[in-house]
C-alpha cells in the first residue's frame, strides 16, 4: 500500500515528463501542416506498423487567413480564437484523428500557440480560418473573448512595444515576438482560458503539447496554466497521466533566459543539439564525428530526460528561429539521414523526427525570399498526402519518417530502448561506431576514405541485415549482411562514396 502511494506520487511527479507513448514507442514524429484527415490515415497505415509513438500536429485552433503573401504556413501562429478550426480541418474532423490515432497506439500532441494572439498589425474583419471576427488595434477578440485588458500593453517597456533585446528577460516576455499581441499570462482570466482551451484538447484525448513561444511567458505564469490541466483521456492513458509538456524555449547559450528555468513545468526543445550536430556532420569548424563520444550532456546540453530533440525543426528548416546555416534538412539528404541515424541511435533526449513539404527554395543574398511558402495547395486548400507505389509521398510532401533509413531508425530506437551507450569506438577523425548493450550497433563513415575494420558490437553471434541498406523480409536481407562471430566481433566496410555511408544492425533484423 504504502510502496503503491509512492508510486504513484513519483508518477505524478514524473508525469510531464512522461510522452506517454504506448508499446515501448520512444519517437514522435512532426507531420507539419498536415490535414488531420490524412493524419488520421497514416497512424493506421503507417506509423503503427512501424512503430512511432505520436504525432506533433500543426496549431489546431482558428488563425487568421493571410493574403499577402498568399497562405504563409505561419499564418497559423496567429490565433484569432480556441476554435478548432483550421486549414487541417474541422473540430468533428480532428476527433476523428485523434480517436483513431489513440486506437492504434499513436499519440497526438498539439502545437499550442498561446503566448500571443495575430500581429497588431493585421486588419480587422473576418479573414480568419471559421470566419470570426477580430479587431488587432483595439485588442478585441469576441471569439474567444479577449479585449485589451488581456494583453501586455502597459506592461512593455519599448518604445515599438517590440522585443528590441534578447538580454532583456522582461522585454522577451512583456514586449511583442514580431509584432504579435501578447497575452497578459498574469490575469487569471487569461491562465483559465488558456486552461479551457488545453482541457477541451485533453478531453477529446490529445496525450500533450508543444508550447510554442515558452521564452516569452513567465515560467510561473505557464506554471499556473499547467496546473489547472486535466488527467488525460482514460479511454487512451492510464488513471492519473498527466500530459506530456514540452517548451519551445531557444536557449544555444549567450542570452539571460536559460532553458532550466522551465525544467519545472515540462521537457524543453534542446536546439544546441541540431545546430552542434549540423556542424559536425558538415565538418564545419573543424569538428570530427570523433567528438561525439561523449555526446548529451558531454556538450553543455541539458539533461537528458529534460530534452526534445531533434535535426531540424519547422523553423530552423527555413532560415526562421535560431540555428544558422549548419542545421541540416531533407535538402541535403545524405548528410540528414546520418544526422537523423546518429539522433536515432543515441540514448540522449526524447526524439522527434521531421516531416515536411517541399517549397520552392531560392536563395537572395543568402536569404530564402520563399521561406514564408505555404503548404501545397489548390487555392489555399491543403493538398491530400497521397502515396506512390514505392511508399513515398506525392504532392510535394517530403515525408522523411517515410525514408527507409528513417524509418528503420525509429524501429532501432524501440529494439534498444532502454540499454546502455556502450561499445564506442572512432578512428580520431570522421569514422565512429557505437552500440546499445547487446540489441543494437551503428557505424558511420564520414571521412573522405574508405572504413574496413573489425569492431566488437556487443550483439550475440549470427547474420544481421544492414537497416539502413535495406530490411530484413523473409528471413532474407534486402540490403547488406553483417555476420557477428562469436564474442561479438564483426567485419565492416564502408566506402565514402556509398549513396549512404553508415550501417545499423540490431536484434529484430537478425536472420
Ligand atoms: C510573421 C511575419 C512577421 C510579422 C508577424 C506578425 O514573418 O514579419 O511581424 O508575422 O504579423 C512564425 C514565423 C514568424 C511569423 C509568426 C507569426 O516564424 O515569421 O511572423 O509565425 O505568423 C524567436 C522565438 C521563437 C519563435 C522564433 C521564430 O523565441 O519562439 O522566433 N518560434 C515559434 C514558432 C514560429 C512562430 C512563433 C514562435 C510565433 O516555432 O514558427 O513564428 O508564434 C534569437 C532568439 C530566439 C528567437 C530568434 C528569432 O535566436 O534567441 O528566441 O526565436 O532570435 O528571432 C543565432 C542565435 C540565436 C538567435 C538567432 C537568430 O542563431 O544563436 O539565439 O541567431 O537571431
Redesign the pocket.
Known amino acids: 500500500m504504502k510502496l503503491l502511494l509512492l508510486l504513484s506520487v513519483l508518477g505524478v511527479c514524473w508525469a510531464q515528463y512522461d510522452p506517454h507513448t504506448k508499446y515501448g514507442r520512444t519517437s514522435i514524429v512532426h507531420l507539419f501542416e498536415w490535414r488531420w484527415d490524412d493524419i488520421a490515415l497514416e497512424c493506421e497505415r503507417y506509423l503503427a506498423p512501424n512503430g512511432y509513438g505520436g504525432v506533433q500536429v500543426s496549431p489546431p485552433n482558428e488563425n487568421v487567413v493571410i493574403n499577402n503573401p498568399s497562405r504563409?504556413w505561419?499564418?497559423r501562429?496567429?490565433p484569432v480564437s480556441y476554435k478548432i478550426c483550421s486549414r487541417s480541418g474541422n473540430e468533428d474532423e480532428f476527433r476523428d484523428m485523434v480517436k483513431r490515432c489513440n486506437d492504434v497506439g499513436v499519440n497526438i500532441y498539439v502545437d499550442a500557440?498561446v503566448?500571443?494572439m495575430?500581429?497588431s498589425?493585421?486588419s480587422a474583419g473576418t479573414s480568419s480560418t471559421c470566419g470570426s471576427y477580430y479587431n488587432p488595434g483595439s485588442r478585441d477578440f469576441p471569439a474567444v473573448p479577449y479585449s485589451s485588458w488581456d494583453f501586455n500593453d502597459g506592461k512593455c517597456k519599448t518604445r515599438s512595444e517590440e522585443i528590441e533585446s534578447?538580454n532583456d528577460i522582461y522585454q522577451v516576455r512583456d514586449c511583442h515576438?514580431?509584432?504579435?499581441l501578447d497575452l497578459a499570462l498574469e490575469k487569471d482570466y487569461v491562465r483559465s482560458t488558456i486552461a479551457a482551451y488545453l482541457n477541451h484538447l485533453i478531453d477529446i484525448g490529445v496525450a500533450g503539447f508543444r508550447i510554442?513561444?515558452s521564452?516569452?511567458m513567465w515560467p510561473g505564469d505557464m506554471k499556473a496554466f499547467l496546473d489547472k490541466l486535466h488527467n488525460l483521456n482514460t479511454t487512451w492513458f492510464p488513471q492519473g497521466a498527466r500530459p506530456f509538456i514540452y517548451q519551445?524555449v531557444?536557449d544555444?547559450g549567450?542570452?539571460p533566459i536559460k532553458s532550466s528555468e522551465y525544467f519545472g513545468n515540462g521537457r524543453v526543445t534542446e536546439f544546441k543539439f541540431g545546430?552542434k550536430l549540423g556542424t559536425v556532420i558538415r565538418k564545419w569548424n573543424g569538428e570530427k564525428m570523433a567528438y561525439l563520444k561523449n555526446w548529451g550532456e558531454g556538450w553543455a546540453f541539458m539533461p537528458s530526460d529534460r530534452a526534445l530533440v531533434f535535426v531540424d525543426?519547422?523553423?530552423n528548416q527555413r532560415g526562421?528561429?535560431?540555428?544558422?546555416a549548419s542545421i541540416l534538412t531533407f535538402w541535403d539528404a545524405r548528410l540528414y539521414k546520418m544526422a537523423v541515424g546518429f539522433m536515432l541511435a543515441h540514448p540522449y533526449g526524447f526524439t522527434r523526427v521531421m516531416s515536411s513539404f517541399r517549397w520552392p527554395r531560392y536563395f537572395e543574398n543568402g536569404q530564402d525570399v520563399n521561406d514564408?511558402v505555404g503548404p501545397p495547395n489548390d487555392n489555399g486548400v491543403i493538398k491530400r498526402v497521397t502515396v506512390n507505389a514505392d511508399s513515398t509521398c506525392g504532392n510535394d510532401w517530403v515525408c522523411e519518417h517515410r525514408w527507409r533509413q528513417i524509418r528503420n531508425m525509429v524501429i532501432f530506437r524501440n529494439v534498444v530502448n532502454g540499454q546502455d551507450f556502450t561499445n564506442w569506438w572512432d578512428n580520431g577523425s570522421n569514422q565512429v561506431a557505437f552500440g546499445r548493450g547487446n540489441k543494437g550497433f551503428i557505424v558511420f563513415n564520414n571521412d573522405d576514405w574508405a572504413l574496413s575494420t573489425n569492431l566488437q558490437t556487443g550483439l550475440p553471434a549470427g547474420t544481421y541485415c544492414d537497416v539502413i541498406s535495406g530490411d530484413k523480409i523473409h528471413n532474407h536481407c534486402t540490403g547488406i549482411e553483417i555476420y557477428v562471430r562469436s564474442h561479438g566481433l564483426a567485419y565492416f566496410s564502408i566506402s565514402n562514396t556509398a549513396e549512404d555511408p553508415f550501417i545499423a544492425i540490431h536484434v529484430d533484423a537478425k536472420l
Open positions: 504563409p505561419w499564418e501562429y496567429q500557440v503566448n500571443h495575430c500581429g498589425g493585421v534578447y515576438l514580431s509584432g504579435l510554442d513561444a521564452k516569452h519551445e531557444i544555444l549567450g542570452e545546430a525543426n519547422h523553423d526562421h528561429g535560431a540555428g544558422g514564408w
